[in-house]
């Protein structure tokens, strides 16, 4: 059964549905701070200081809110020290964008997995990010900022999966790592029985993301010319050959210049490094 499946019988049999491919894995609530700024970034008739000061409300993410700010993803013109002048230049979508960002990552790091590299994990998902904002930018532009989103949060159940299912998970990983045509969401299905794409979805919802990003994790490895779905392809362990292949592939698939696409994956391994950094040192 599917995914749209599950949500259409509501939030609670979602996160019901959860529990039980978590194996009981008591998946942890956003810090109410961050809801009621989410909530507020959702207001139509809530101010973007008015968000900026819910978030100051908590010290230590806005530290992280404005290292992430500050970082090379947003490119700012100048470097901001408060949250007001932050939200004031960002927007509202994009500062809704990091607050996710943060919360996700937050709720991340008290995964506890033996052998699973999380710092791997965040770079990885941070080059997805790069990819799909990059390619999002040409191919539907109107969509970057949730391309970005999309492409960092796609695989997010992939740490829960591998402490859930410790004693099976990691072949499935090695399994996929070494085929260069694996897909991981087909060998967690055959191995586990459900995938990565279905349970990044109900966590999403138990946690309320905008429902264009739920749909967007719960479909990413399907064949689409979606810059999110394409960049699903990229795997955990840097491979160089794996990152040339992959661009040969953008170039044809969707009809861009050889130049477009390496500035567009030049860029996305110059500035993953340091979102990684931030997002796996929560």
Do not use: C
Not at 84 to 103: D, K, N, Y
Request: glycine share 4%; charged share 20%.
């Amino acid at each position: 059964m599917g995914i749209f499946s599950f949500l259409r019988r509501g939030k609670r049999r979602a996160a019901d549905e959860l529990n039980t491919l978590l194996e009981g894995y008591d998946l942890p609530s956003f810090p109410q701070v961050v809801v009621s700024a989410l909530g507020t970034l959702r207001d139509p008739n809530a101010s973007m200081l008015d968000a900026a000061r819910v978030l100051q409300r908590d010290p230590n993410l806005q530290v992280k809110l404005l290292q992430t700010v500050n970082s090379a993803a947003f490119a700012l013109a100048s470097k901001v020290s408060n949250l007001q002048r932050a939200a004031t230049l960002l927007g509202r979508s994009r500062l809704e964008a990091i607050v996710l960002t943060q919360a996700v990552s937050g709720s991340l790091s008290r995964v506890d997995v033996r052998g699973f590299d999380m710092e791997q994990f965040w770079l990885a998902s941070s080059r997805r990010a790069f990819l799909a904002r990059g390619l999002a930018s040409l191919l539907h532009p109107a969509t970057k900022v949730e391309s970005f989103t999309a492409g960092l949060l796609q695989d997010m159940a992939v740490p829960l999966l591998a402490q859930t299912h410790a004693e099976r998970y990691p072949a499935i990983l090695t399994q996929w790592e070494q085929a260069d045509d694996a897909r991981l969401d087909m060998l967690e299905r055959v191995r586990l029985g459900h995938d990565h794409p279905l349970v990044g979805a109900l966590m999403a919802a138990r946690w309320q993301l905008p429902h264009v990003l739920v749909q967007s994790i719960a479909s990413h490895h399907e064949d689409s010319d979606d810059a999110v779905a394409f960049v699903s392809r990229l795997k955990m362990r840097h491979d160089a050959g794996a990152w040339t292949r992959l661009a040969q592939e953008a170039v044809a698939r969707f009809d861009l210049t050889p130049q477009q696409v390496e500035q567009i994956f030049s860029v996305a391994l110059q500035q993953a490094d340091e979102l990684s950094h931030i997002l796996g040192h929560g």
